[in-house]
């Protein structure tokens, strides 16, 4: 047995003769019936020699006479090292450190078995250049040798384990002639002839565990560590190791270290946005570095990131030679099961960033895909989004997903797939938005439940919104609107998302012939523009096209609600003298049809253009009296309404006695709506409360403040509300 930094000749001697004939791998692999990737993993030494008469198949297309077929079988029986990880390998320092320590252990024989590290992770991700690392920084420990052997577990199901077992045996020195033609005899043998012996086995691209167990060495003093892209859950192991992308740093230096590290210090900011384009896979950074390598001219770094900006260019530039992002890929895709290949393809549709069970269900036309998706993430084809039962792709898998989906799936079945998507996102959207109807039934998901999977799925929901519009599906858009209402006052999202959601439901309203649900939509969409959107110039137009369709339709509940949103527009528009009186006025007409949610929402609104016209102790006043509406249970039996209601109120009263310098009263307001805050779960109700506290805490001079203050700047942060955190960040200063 040999050592870690021996050459293998093997490789050299193939790659001089079929230079000397001049002939390219492609023309080689045909003469000889032997597979391109084998032909180059041989010559890269990236595997253990070949057997006997796939030497003589190459000597024989390669013309070589009696004397040269000899040394090619010399070379081809007696393997003496590994094959060195890339030059460029970068990063992965606590993987290393990990696998060092393991060898330590491992020479100790303290485990008192062999010591098994599995290293598994998506295509490209340098599964093999790890282990190579890895071995070349542990070989001294192995006295008795390190050892590499393909398992090919990439093309189907890998290398026979007889085939393995005679190639082990032949780099434990055993002539051909004398490796046992029986199976398990071989398995016998090998494991007798490393029973005390220290070696390190590196057992590459291993198809499963059935694959790896004969091959495991018999001595508690020896390491193997596999690679796979598959977990490989039944293999008993010391460590188990699940490689990620390269972090943003670390992919920018690998790029360096291909392409030069002159040319992407010229191109800082171009290099950046390359490594995020090729998803921080050392794969694709090594050929876009390569890519760049090749390139003299300025400006190189700028323009490849511009071109892999379009997805559809993006797999067909991460391609160099016999490197190639897509073909990896393709290879793990063809080994998937049928169904959860045509899942995989299908997932292609799924709008964002990741998806739950249901989903993948729904496109499967299945009760349920949860063991298809587990064998996806198996294969590491997907990625555990980070909680149970939640997925996400790699961008270029998902690149790679949406080719196979146009390739493999005929256009009907994904239509069909893509309908039933829509109809299950959009009916789980609309039934846990009802949830928060103050005339719902109480039935279907807690408000909790609701929420948090309204706001996990809300990229799929709402694209889907966004999708089944587009493709005339009217009733469920205007269902799905309705019901978001009342949640759209809980929940921010983007801002323009309501807007255009409530715009969607307009439409689908007047699609339908609806003017009843016209003019709901268009309150609705005179809401979202004005509080939301940031158009009050909309809100204005929309409310009072509301108010003359419900003059028209004698719907005086609909006419009170316009008169709101019309007040609400003024006040948003910056002009609260026109919103008091206008609010007054609404409050009035929301009493006339018996709606005391909306009569207490316009007296606290009106409350709020007092304080800003000038009178913040009548707006005390207002908001005390609507405190005491919303504390009667028989006036607001909901109790989320309830809740809601209260923390509003209580906010307000906060920003009332704060205008009136009552900062102790101010800040026992802000404490109180905090308790009713539960109900929400919203960071920026809560952010708002925190800063009107924190500014009242640090008006009395409590050592508290602070703390408060940057607790309302990280809420504000969470709710993406920038201009609110800098307001807070304001007032932190002097208090620090």
Do not use: C, K
């Given at each position: 047995m040999t050592s870690f930094g021996q050459q293998q000749r093997f490789g050299r001697l193939l790659l001089d003769h079929r230079r000397a004939a001049g002939l390219t791998q492609a023309e080689l692999a045909r003469r000889s019936g032997t597979s391109v990737r084998a032909i180059g993993d041989l010559e890269r030494e990236r595997s253990l020699a070949p057997q006997r008469a796939t030497v003589d198949a190459l000597a024989t297309a390669l013309g070589l006479p009696p004397d040269a077929t000899a040394a090619l079988h010399r070379a081809a029986a007696a393997p003496d090292g590994l094959p060195a990880p890339p030059t460029d390998f970068t990063?992965?320092?606590?993987?290393?450190?990990?696998?060092?320590?393991?060898?330590?252990?491992?020479?100790?024989?303290?485990?008192?078995?062999?010591?098994?590290?599995?290293?598994?992770?998506?295509?490209?991700?340098g599964k093999t250049c790890l282990a190579l690392r890895a071995a070349r920084d542990s070989a001294g420990r192995f006295p008795d040798g390190v050892f590499h052997l393909d398992l090919l577990g990439a093309h189907g199901a890998g290398l026979p384990v007889p085939d393995a077992l005679s190639r082990l045996l032949r780099a434990c020195g055993v002539a051909e002639?004398?490796?046992?033609?029986?199976?398990?005899?071989?398995?016998?043998?090998?494991?007798?002839?490393?029973?005390?012996r220290r070696m390190l086995l590196i057992l590459d691209n291993a198809a499963d565990e059935a694959q790896i167990r004969p091959l495991l060495p018999g001595s508690a003093h020896s390491m193997v560590l596999v690679t796979s892209r598959r977990l490989l859950p039944g293999l008993e192991t010391s460590a188990r190791i699940l490689l990620d992308v390269l972090p943003p740093e670390n992919a920018v230096r690998l790029l360096g270290r291909t392409a030069g590290p002159g040319r992407i210090a010229a191109e800082a900011t171009a290099a950046a946005d390359l490594a995020r384009l090729c998803g921080g896979l050392p794969l694709a950074l090594r050929i876009a570095g390569n890519r760049l390598r090749r390139s003299t001219g300025p400006g190189a770094v700028g323009e490849l990131a511009g071109l892999m900006r379009y997805e559809e260019h993006?797999?067909?530039?991460?391609?160099?030679?016999?490197?190639?992002?897509r073909a990896v890929l393709a290879l793990a895709y063809r080994r998937l099961d049928?169904?959860?290949?045509?899942?995989?393809?299908?997932?292609?549709?799924?709008?964002?960033?990741?998806?739950?069970?249901p989903a993948a269900a729904a496109l499967a036309g299945a009760e349920t895909a949860g063991d298809l998706l587990e064998e996806?993430?198996?294969?590491?084809?997907?990625?555990?989004?980070?909680t149970a039962f939640r997925y996400r792709f790699h961008d270029l898998i998902r690149l790679f997903a949406t080719e196979a989906l146009h390739d493999d799936e005929p256009a009907a079945a994904r239509d069909a797939a893509e309908s039933r998507m829509i109809h299950d996102l959009i009916g789980r959207a609309t039934a846990a938005g009802l949830r928060f109807h103050p005339d719902g039934d109480g039935s279907g998901p807690s408000w909790e439940t609701a929420t948090a999977w309204l706001d996990a799925d809300f990229a799929l929901w709402s694209e889907a919104a966004r999708r089944a519009a587009a493709r005339g599906m009217h009733r469920p858009v205007l269902d799905l609107a309705e019901a978001m209402h009342w949640f759209s006052d809980y929940r921010r999202y983007d801002p323009g998302w309501w807007a255009e959601l409530f715009g969607l439901g307009l439409a689908a309203a007047r699609a339908l012939g609806s003017r009843p649900e016209e003019v709901a939509q268009l309150n609705y969409l005179s809401w979202a523009c004005g509080y939301y959107a940031g158009r009050p110039a909309d809100a204005v137009r929309y409310a009072t096209e509301a108010l003359a369709l419900a003059g028209t339709l004698g719907n005086r509940t609909e006419a009170a609600w316009a008169r709101v949103y019309l007040a609400a527009a003024h006040l948003r528009g910056g002009d609260p003298e026109r919103a008091r009186p206008a609010y007054l006025a609404a409050a009035a007409a929301m009493a006339e049809v018996g709606d005391a949610i909306g009569e207490d929402q316009a007296s606290r609104h009106h409350g709020v253009t007092l304080r800003l016209t000038g009178d913040p102790a009548g707006a005390a006043k207002t908001?005390?009296?609507?405190?005491?509406?919303?504390?009667?249970?028989?006036?607001?039996?909901?109790?989320?309404?309830?809740?809601?209601?209260?923390?509003?109120?209580?906010?307000?009263l906060g920003h009332d006695l704060a205008a009136l310098g009552r900062w102790a009263e101010a800040a026992g307001a802000y404490r109180a709506a905090l308790t009713w805050l539960p109900a929400l779960g919203d960071p920026w109700h809560e952010a708002q409360?925190?800063?009107?506290?924190?500014?009242?805490?640090?008006?009395?001079?409590?050592?508290?403040?602070?703390?408060?203050?940057?607790r309302a700047a990280d809420r504000f942060a969470e709710a993406n509300d920038p201009r609110g955190r800098a307001e807070v960040l304001d007032r932190l200063r002097p208090a620090r």
């Open positions: 990063g992965r320092g606590p993987e290393l450190a990990r696998l060092r320590a393991l060898a330590w252990a491992a020479v100790s024989g303290s485990a008192g078995t062999v010591t098994i590290a599995a290293v598994s992770g998506q295509p490209g991700l002639s004398q490796v046992p033609a029986d199976a398990d005899a071989r398995g016998a043998l090998y494991r007798s002839l490393t029973h005390d993006r797999l067909d530039l991460l391609g160099a030679g016999d490197q190639q992002v049928p169904a959860a290949r045509r899942l995989f393809r299908l997932l292609a549709l799924v709008p964002g960033t990741e998806f739950g069970a996806l993430v198996d294969a590491s084809m997907l990625e555990p989004a980070g908001h005390r009296s609507v405190l005491a509406r919303f504390r009667d249970r028989a006036r607001h039996p909901d109790e989320f309404q309830r809740a809601t209601g209260m923390n509003a109120t209580l906010t307000e409360i925190l800063a009107g506290l924190g500014a009242a805490l640090d008006e009395l001079g409590d050592p508290e403040a602070p703390g408060v203050l940057r």
